[in-house]
């Protein structure tokens, strides 16, 4: 069964450390996996996209991992700020003789603290 | 640019009436979404759509119809409201089905009770 599962459910920490999230994932065949941040009353919005090839993807202040071999990603977020308080949610799709089959985590919330 | 905009933002309804939502994308996107969010879920789709004129059902497509006369517009309509159906809608687009380069455009999202 296709699934994505994240980790911590929830988590908080102090403005300024870094924490990182972690996503397991048992879609098959392999395409592509995402990172979105969903603020509260918005619409989640793409933070990083990464194929099998790729090992780490950065955006600014965030750093995606994948490894395709266990299956594995991690978000981590580095000197986090106060407007980091989010969900940050897995995205994995899969291609299927049908087309593309994307499953999306149930994210982790995230809260930091002044 | 506006993206992907959904109105209304949020809906009260009784059990057994019906209901439109709407979705409007203004990048020129071939494909759109409409999917659902509940606690401790991820997102499930309901229907897409690969072009004007078309449509799809998704994971969960049961009691949910939808439309896509103009490029630009996907509707999403509920016949005979559940509380089921109580949500948060999302729609979504994107250039390509892979949405590889930049991912998903979600709209704001529309907050459905049903009672």
């Known amino acids: 069964k296709n699934q994505v599962e994240q980790s911590p459910q929830s988590l908080i920490i102090l403005e300024g450390k870094n924490c990182t999230l972690q996503c397991n994932y048992t879609v098959s065949p392999f395409s592509n996996l995402r990172w979105y941040k969903q603020d509260t009353g918005r619409g989640p919005v793409s933070l990083t996209i990464m194929t099998f090839s790729e090992n780490t993807k950065s955006n600014g202040r965030y750093t995606a991992t994948l490894d395709a071999d266990t299956k594995q990603s991690s978000l981590h977020i580095t000197a986090s700020q106060l407007s980091d308080s989010a969900s940050y949610i897995c995205?994995?799709?899969?291609?299927?003789?049908?087309?593309?089959?994307?499953?999306f985590g149930a994210g982790t919330r995230l809260f930091v603290k002044a | 640019n506006a993206g992907v905009t959904q109105t209304p933002k949020f809906r009260v309804l009784k059990t057994g009436q019906s209901m439109t939502l709407l979705c409007a994308q203004d990048m020129n996107h071939e494909y759109m979404y409409w999917y659902r969010q509940d606690p401790g879920m991820g997102l499930r789709l309901i229907h897409y759509s690969v072009g004007e004129g078309t449509t799809a059902k998704g994971e969960v497509p049961d009691g949910y119809n939808v439309s896509r006369l103009k490029k630009q517009n996907f509707l999403l309509g509920l016949e005979s409201a559940a509380p089921s159906q109580t949500s948060v809608y999302f729609c979504?687009?994107?250039?390509?089905?892979?949405?590889?380069?930049?991912?998903?455009?979600f709209g704001s999202g529309t907050r459905l009770t049903v009672v």
């Open positions: 995205v994995v799709s899969a291609k299927t003789t049908g087309g593309f089959k994307t499953i």
């Open positions: 979504a687009s994107s250039y390509t089905e892979t949405a590889l380069f930049r991912g998903y455009t």
